[in-house]
């Protein structure tokens, strides 16, 4: 199956080219199609596929110098694209947030580098999405990067629900080798993936386990698929026959990264339709976070990027599709502002669970906080306003409809060495163009000089790309927005903690006893 999938790519045709408790919302509407239905349907077949550091403009249905051609033919004639989809800033929170249904500021804002560390993840005590899924008697798997935890086997996604968990568990790595620094980071349920690392480069190796699971799985039983590619996460390692030579060589590696996901995407898409499962079917498809553009992703128009919390770093590329989705919405846009973490209470919603099912109160933690959205995705309702006005993006930024407030730190990326260039203020806000990057050290032509130490107020839906603060314009507004931010923020809660698993041996030592391969270090 495995070798059907990786021929299938290879001789596709490639061209040139978002504690506070939010309250979950449902209309009524969708509430009595939902329960008239019930009834007479299964639950359906659910599936979110998570791109790496892609970048807005890095898709084939946005710009033209991209590959993919099947993707974007299948986004303009079958999807929908979610124009206002937000992420974290960065990696971890955001998967994190799609996992638990709490907005990253309510579970993680931290990105952990190694296996040992305490800060970061999901705490134990959360519900996690494919948990809540199973008491439906979903079948679940989750394929590719994991960068939830770590430190020991309480946070294994196979001990948290997932029947199936292939793949690493740091934020990054070698894409052909499985490599994370000294040792191999591949895993496989419950132990190490001994004798898979090093066989394929990770598009395939992702890509190509995910179609076989959906070959192999029951179509009667509802099945729900967490498929995190690693592509296009650093180091650039497009496969030879994804490069295009006529793509300029400072971005071709990125462009046949996205390429073989274009590719993936589709196949995924066509195994489930072969299996009949594509009909009861909703995707939800997203990049983690906005592309870095200080190595190769590209977020214009959208102003800055992985990292920060302008609207190239959190509102990603991002798209639905699927049996269920509404015929309404196929080929369209949509401007409805989504969280990743509405995916969490919308899919719960889908497989059956009433919303007292989907709360997962827990004593001195945060609660679900996603949205049921799914009466917008499948009904299209007249109205596809988000049923809550607030979303909070980070410790940093929130929304309030279309107003967006948000403080940018310089000296905060400033001490991570990025985007420091020539001024000492630049920081990495800076607006990019249609052809980026255009040079090694990717310098902007524009240098972001606009200073938001103290705050700035955008009106994202009239000036998506951030280019006039509001917030002397509009001096009332902003002060209301950044006292009830200030507010807001007072519940974050970070998970951070040993949670009993004391006795710890080093990630060294842990390789030493394994193989090469790396694993939670730490036991009770």
């Known amino acids: 199956l495995q070798f ?120 134990p005590d959360m519900t996690l999405l494919p948990q809540k ?50 040792m191999v980071d591949l895993w496989l349920n419950d132990a190490p993936a001994y004798g898979r690392n090093g066989t394929l480069n990770s598009c395939y190796l992702y890509g190509g386990d995910a179609v076989d699971r959906i070959n192999r799985h029951d179509a009667s039983t509802p099945f729900f698929m967490y498929l995190a590619l690693q592509d296009v996460h650093e180091p650039y390692q497009a496969l030879p026959e994804y490069i295009d030579e006529s793509v300029p060589a400072i971005r071709r590696n990125i462009n046949g990264m996205m390429a073989c996901v274009a590719d993936a995407t589709v196949n995924i898409t066509d ?35 992985k990292s920060t919390d302008f609207e190239g770093g959190v509102r990603t590329a991002a798209f639905a599709a699927g049996g269920l989705l509404a015929a309404a919405l196929r080929g369209q846009e949509l401007h409805t502002v989504m969280h990743i973490s509405d995916v969490y209470t919308t899919f719960c919603s889908l497989a059956g669970l009433t919303a007292a099912e989907i709360e997962d109160n827990v004593p001195g933690l945060p609660g679900v906080d996603g949205l049921d959205l799914g009466d917008i995705l499948t009904a299209a309702p007249e109205n596809t306003t988000r049923p809550q006005a607030e979303l909070v993006l980070s410790s940093n930024a929130y929304l309030d409809g279309d107003y967006k407030f948000i403080v940018y730190p310089y000296t905060l990326v400033e001490r991570q060495g990025w985007c420091n260039y020539e001024h000492n203020v630049t920081g990495c806000g800076y607006w990019q163009s249609p052809h980026w990057p255009t040079s090694a050290d990717h310098r902007p032509s524009t240098f972001d000089l606009l200073e938001c130490n103290d705050g700035c107020l955008f009106h994202v839906a009239n000036d998506p790309s951030e280019r006039h603060d509001l917030s002397r314009a509009e001096p009332a507004r902003f002060a209301a927005m950044k006292a009830r931010h200030a507010e807001l923020v007072k519940t974050a809660y970070q998970t951070d903690g040993d949670f009993g698993y004391t006795q710890c041996v080093t990630v060294a030592e842990y390789a030493a006893a394994h193989g090469g391969f790396g694993g939670p270090p730490c036991t009770k």
Request: proline share 6%; net charge positive.
């Open 4 to 123: 059907l999938y990786l021929i299938g790519l290879r001789l596709t045709p490639r061209p040139v080219h978002p504690t506070i408790h939010r309250r979950m919302a449902r209309s009524a509407l969708f509430s009595m199609l939902f329960t008239v239905g019930a009834a007479s349907r299964a639950p359906p077949h659910l599936l979110v596929t998570l791109v790496d550091d892609l970048g807005a403009y890095n898709v084939p249905w946005r710009n033209p110098e991209q590959g993919g051609a099947r993707l974007k033919e299948f986004v303009e004639t079958e999807a929908v694209q979610l124009e206002r989809f937000y992420t974290y800033q960065f990696c971890s929170p955001t998967r994190c947030s799609l996992l638990s249904g709490r907005l990253p500021y309510h579970v993680s804002e931290f990105n952990p580098s190694s296996f040992e560390q305490t800060k970061g993840g999901i705490h």
């Open 133 to 182: 899924l199973k008491m439906k008697n979903y079948s679940t798997a989750m394929i590719g990067k994991g960068h939830i935890g770590a430190r020991s086997a309480a946070f294994l996604p196979h001990n948290r629900g997932f029947d199936h968990h292939f793949g690493f568990l740091s934020g990054a790595e070698d894409h052909n080798t499985q490599r994370h620094g000294d």
């Open 271 to 305: 195994a489930l339709k072969a299996k009949g499962m594509w009909e009861t079917t909703l995707m939800i498809w997203s990049s983690d976070n906005g592309g870095p553009q200080y190595w190769q992703g590209n977020n214009w128009p959208l102003r800055g990027g």
